[in-house]
């Protein structure tokens, strides 16, 4: 049974609204930071409107996401993550910018407070060394979308004490979600694969050698994947991708990971993806995939 009563995520775009979703919908009381209210705000209609698609798809009662909905406030303070018994990061994917939240939190939370970083590609030991309390710093890497996704990436850092991580993978399990343990290597498990086969099939459409929907369709139909990689990739964002690319391919110089041209490209004309209405494919709705 986990001891985490009160969860934080930090971060309300994608991965954090997700991930506070999750928390909140397994019981948590649940508290979103981000600097921005408008980010927040943006945050709340897409919950309601996933929670309001999962009612009318019998996933939910009205009286269950009202529950729901109560555990899960948002707030541009701080302060009130002093409250967390668990703080999960999800901004963006730059050490410093990391460490300098962590070191923010340190000074906030109380000291049984632990720090799950959702980085997907840094080192978790790199991330706890500026967070003023390495031993208490795990990797919980969701998957996007995060509200549909039952996996989590653990990851223990060189100085995370035993039983924070073993205090970190039940509450993983109570939230209904499926951890698996991995090293503290670059990319873990699954953007070790993804980040480079992402990359290819965007090489694909620099090329000209198939549109986005012809390659999703490609992937999903042989591979049997649930989603194509361009689809992907309109859902993480093609800002963060670039961030992962430099990410993975800084560590492993794999040729394979370093950004493609194309990604610049459309960062430059805001074709950002979902969030921004325009990436591989148009966006008409500001709407939480699934539901």
């Not at 930090?10 to 909140?24: H, L, P």
């Not at 967390?84 to 340190?106: Q, R, T, W, Y």
């Not at 000074?107 to 980085?119: D, E, G, M, R, V």
């Not at 499926?178 to 670059?186: G, I, Y």
Request: net charge negative; with cysteine; hydrophobic share 45%.
């Amino acid at each position: 049974m986990s001891s985490i009563k009160t969860v934080g995520v930090a971060g309300a775009g994608t991965m954090g609204a997700g991930i506070a979703i999750v928390a909140a919908r397994a019981g948590f009381r649940t508290i979103l930071y981000d600097t921005r209210q408008d980010t927040l705000d943006r945050a709340r209609r897409q919950t309601e409107g996933f929670f309001a698609k999962s009612v009318q798809r019998g996933k939910l009662t009205a009286q269950a996401v009202e529950t729901i909905m109560a555990n899960l406030t948002g707030t541009t303070e701080m302060a009130a993550m002093a409250e967390c018994d668990v703080v999960i990061e999800a901004v963006f994917e730059d050490l410093k910018v990391k460490h300098g939240l962590f070191s923010d939190l340190d000074a906030i939370c109380p000291p049984h407070t632990i720090f799950a970083s959702n980085t997907s590609t840094l080192s978790i030991t790199e991330i706890a060394g500026g967070s003023g309390r390495p031993e208490r710093v795990v990797g919980m890497h969701f998957c996007l979308p995060a509200q549909l996704m039952k996996l989590i990436e653990m990851s223990p850092g060189l100085t995370t004490a035993p039983e924070v991580f073993d205090t970190a993978w039940k509450f993983a399990e109570a939230m209904g979600q499926r951890p698996v343990k991995t090293k503290d290597n670059p990319g873990f498990i699954l953007n070790y694969f993804l980040v480079p086969f992402n990359n290819d099939a965007i090489r694909m459409v620099e090329a000209g050698v198939a549109e986005p929907a012809d390659i999703d369709r490609a992937i999903k139909a042989g591979l049997g994947y649930p989603m194509g990689p361009l689809e992907l990739l309109d859902l993480i964002g093609l800002d963060t991708q670039l961030l992962l690319c430099e990410a993975l391919h800084g560590v492993t110089n794999d040729p394979r990971a370093a950004c493609p041209p194309l990604v610049k490209r459309m960062i430059a004309a805001n074709h950002l993806g979902r969030k921004s209405g325009r990436g591989f494919y148009n966006y008409d709705k500001d709407a939480m995939f699934g539901g």
